[in-house]
Nanobody, 124 residues
Framework: VQLVESGGGLVQAGESLRLSCAASGRTFSRYAMGWYRQAPGKQREFVSA????????YLTDFVKGRFAISRDNAKNTVYLQMNSLKPEDTAVYYC??????????????????WGQGTQVTVSS
């Protein structure tokens, strides 16, 4: 599975961005999808996951209520809608694909395939 993220950019605090991740290669709809992020000087952290059908989603506490994950299997694309962005959301965001969906602590190690990342910068 090849993953290509897009939609990153520079925004002000409180604004929104929508990240997209286009998948190609193997059957997209077989895979759960998700997002990680990594801020400068910090460890990579898991953000969100969505099941292959889209009927189950998981968001970590620090984005719950502000971010939403969705997918369109007809377009082989997964999205991360980010609202009410904060400076601490500044990071490189990576799209991942995995045969198994995860939630909570089970998301450790989630992601068999990774995209190259897209930069999100939120100014205060």
């Amino acid at each position: 599975v090849q993953l290509v993220e897009s939609g990153g950019g520079l925004v002000q605090a409180g604004e929104s961005l929508r990240l997209s991740c286009a998948a190609s290669g193997r059957t997209f709809s077989r895979y759960a999808m998700g997002w990680y992020r990594q801020a400068p000087g910090k460890q990579r952290e898991f953000v969100s996951a969505i099941s292959w059908s889209g009927d189950m989603t998981y968001l970590t506490d620090f984005v719950k209520g502000r971010f939403a994950i969705s997918r369109d299997n007809a377009k082989n694309t997964v999205y991360l809608q980010m609202n009410s962005l904060k400076p601490e959301d500044t990071a490189v965001y990576y799209c991942v694909a995995d045969l198994d969906y995860c939630s909570g602590s089970l998301c450790t190690g989630f992601g068999d395939y990774w995209g190259q990342g897209t930069q999100v910068t939120v100014s205060s």
